[in-house]
């Protein structure tokens, strides 16, 4: 999804902050910033920066000009109980995706056990009977729920099951949850082509993303387009089969009749694949068809011609599920929901539309 990114000294310093914490070597009141660094051989700097990482989290209250940072976690109680934490992958193949292998450590490290189900969303047709069946036979105190559907997130809330959505459909459902702003971005990239005279545009993405109505992304999209005089339909968000398979026909029938002239495709495998394909069918990047993927990847910094991405730092992500958990572990009910924010890399796979 987004690009691994080595952690900054203030970010460094701030983990270590928040374990003190934790472990009660600062309570109440954390020690003014000279003391820290002299304590922790870091420079006055770098804890500033830190403190404020953990004054936005929460964690820290100023208490005025001159006065120590009060310890929120003091009055919220110190005890995080270790908690198993089941993870509802959308597909196995997420497993090995930076933002769950990293949640993953930091639970771990936390003391938590983390718990990945053998099946994920997509493997279990997004049906909710299958994904409740899976659930009660699953032994685990919260969940996490990645690009989870509007009707699978509301049943965990019906069952009064502890749930955090990471991205998917979580608006106007009563859980706790965070993800990128994409929305804006879409409406970026959108413009963006129009302006270059694009007006057959495809926007290739998840079933959850569409069913069943048109997401807060997907709706965007539509609306720019409509904005600009541009009729659209399920030409424009097709239907299609969430397969190898069913991605190759969907791109078989899209060239066969009307090809777009651009596509915006939602994962980066589909991205490559798209790419592949093309090619394939001597096709050019960005001559014939402009690409837009709106995720990132590592693969992506070795790309000719530079692809055209959103990117979106996972940290602060993973900061939110942990306290979420922390919390939940706490006795506190933590329904917030939260975004992080995004931005549209351009790149050299967007062009002018063709003659």
Not at 117 to 143: F, H, I, S, Y
Not at 287 to 297: I, K, L, N, P, R
Request: proline share 6%; with cysteine; charged share 25%.
């Amino acid at each position: 999804m987004s690009r691994i990114q080595t952690s900054t000294i203030p970010e460094q310093t701030a983990v270590h902050l928040r374990e003190g914490i934790a472990s009660g070597r600062w309570l109440d009141e954390m020690p003014g910033r000279d003391h820290l660094a002299k304590e922790l051989g870091v420079s006055p700097r770098s804890i500033q920066k830190a403190l404020d990482i953990l004054k936005r989290e929460g964690l820290l209250v100023p208490q005025g000009q001159g006065r120590s940072n009060r310890i929120q976690a003091s009055r919220e109680g110190l005890e995080v109980k270790p908690m198993r934490v089941a993870v509802l992958l959308f597909k196995q193949m997420d497993r090995n995706d930076p933002i769950v292998i990293e949640l993953r450590h930091q639970l771990n490290d936390a003391g938590h056990f983390t718990i990945f189900p053998n099946e994920g969303v997509q493997d279990l047709g997004m049906d909710v009977k299958r994904v409740e069946r899976l659930v009660k036979k699953t032994k685990a105190d919260v969940w996490v729920v990645p690009g989870g559907s509007r009707k699978i997130l509301q049943w965990f809330v019906e069952q009064n099951i502890r749930a955090f959505a990471l991205a998917g459909r979580r608006f106007n459902v009563q859980i706790a949850g965070t993800g990128p702003n994409k929305p804006p971005l879409y409406a970026e990239v959108t413009r963006k082509l129009i302006e270059l005279g694009h007006k057959r545009i495809v926007m290739v993405c998840s079933r959850i993303l569409r069913i069943p109505e048109p997401s807060m992304t997907a709706r965007v999209f539509i609306d720019t387009m409509e904005a600009h005089g541009i009729r659209t339909g399920l030409y424009n968000l097709p239907e299609w089969e969430e397969s190898e398979e069913g991605f190759h026909e969907l791109l078989d029938s899209l060239f066969q009749t009307t090809p777009p002239t651009a596509l915006i495709l939602d994962e980066p495998f589909q991205f490559h694949a798209a790419y592949h394909y093309l090619s394939h069918h001597q096709l050019r990047v960005p001559e014939d068809v402009s690409m837009v993927c709106t995720d990132a990847d590592l693969g992506f910094n070795w790309c000719r011609p530079s692809v055209a991405h959103f990117y979106w730092d996972y940290q602060p992500v993973v900061r939110r599920i942990m306290r979420w958990v922390n919390n939940v572990a706490r006795g506190i009910d933590d329904q917030r929901k939260s975004f992080t924010k995004a931005e549209f890399i351009d790149g050299g796979t967007i062009g002018p539309a063709p003659d």
